[in-house]
């Protein structure tokens, strides 16, 4: 399951509204960011539904089991509201960016003793202190078969670093491969072009897919970005658990499990990754 996720690049959580600092040049780092400014989407609809908006991270007992600490919180408005940031994190709750035996070796990392966080959860809860969903920014859909149509999306994640750091890299390659009854032959294109400062950090992640169909055959290019340049254009939505009694409990193991594969991987070895189907 870990495999599958760290495949595709295409899955992407929870993302922010903010200005970020300009990069002058090659050599100089994005401003960190102290705070996440949120403008929902049909804010007013979930106001019934969400009273606080936790900032959380992840930790791993040791045991490969994940629990969640809350950073920071902010009570829910529907009209915007802004979750101010820790300056600093517990080393806790840091973890190497650079893997020798996961890192492929077309990212080159500024410094490889360089230690972050797991991707900052941003939750809905209510008055009872009940999670009720989760709050993510993006542009464009995930929705259908990645596999057989063109389609675009973009996201966003936080990390907090605990020093300067720069990620980059290119990688291109021809990938010949069986999806059902289905001939695959596309060009896969990746890069990295992040620059972080010691604090936290707003990583777009980016896709673009082209795709054509003749008969059985499938050619075209995948393409997937990551960088600390805004591509614009996103907006921020919230995923609410399901109600139903006959759904809620299931759904909320779902949700579950869904947050724990976020937590369990690193900035590296979630997102900087070939894009290939099994």
Not at 170 to 184: E, H, T, V
Request: overall charge negative.
């Amino acid at each position: 399951m870990r495999k599958n996720f760290v495949r595709s690049v295409t899955a992407c959580f929870i993302a922010v509204c903010i200005v970020m600092g300009c990069k002058k040049d090659e050599n100089q780092y994005y401003s960190s960011i102290s705070s996440i400014t949120i403008s929902l989407e049909n804010g007013t609809y979930w106001d019934e539904f969400i009273d606080w908006v936790y900032a959380s991270i992840g930790k791993d007992d040791g045991n490969d089991n994940w629990f969640l600490e809350k950073v920071a919180e902010s009570e829910y408005f529907a009209d915007g509201f802004t979750i101010d940031l820790p300056e600093s994190v517990d080393n806790l709750f840091l973890y190497p960016i650079w893997d020798e035996k996961e890192t492929e070796d077309w990212i080159k990392i500024s410094d490889k003793t360089t230690l972050a966080t797991r991707s900052l959860l941003l939750l809905g809860h209510d008055s009872n202190n009940e999670l009720k969903g989760r709050f993510y920014h993006e542009k464009g859909s995930e929705e259908g078969d990645h596999f057989q149509n063109s389609y675009s999306h973009a996201s966003t994640e936080y990390f907090y670093v605990n020093k300067d750091v720069t990620i980059k890299g290119s990688f291109s390659k021809d990938s010949i491969y069986k999806y059902y009854n289905l001939n695959y032959n596309v060009k896969i294109n990746q890069s990295a072009d992040i620059s972080m400062k010691k604090g936290w950090n707003i990583i777009y992640f980016t896709t673009e897919i082209n795709l054509n169909k003749r008969g059985n055959d499938v050619t075209g290019t995948i393409t997937t970005k990551t960088s600390t340049q805004n591509p614009g254009g996103l907006k921020w939505y919230f995923e609410r658990l399901s109600v139903a009694k006959s759904n809620h409990q299931a759904d909320i193991s779902e949700f579950s499990k869904k947050i724990n594969l976020y937590m369990s991987d690193s900035l590296l070895n979630v997102k900087i990754k070939e894009f290939e189907k099994e």
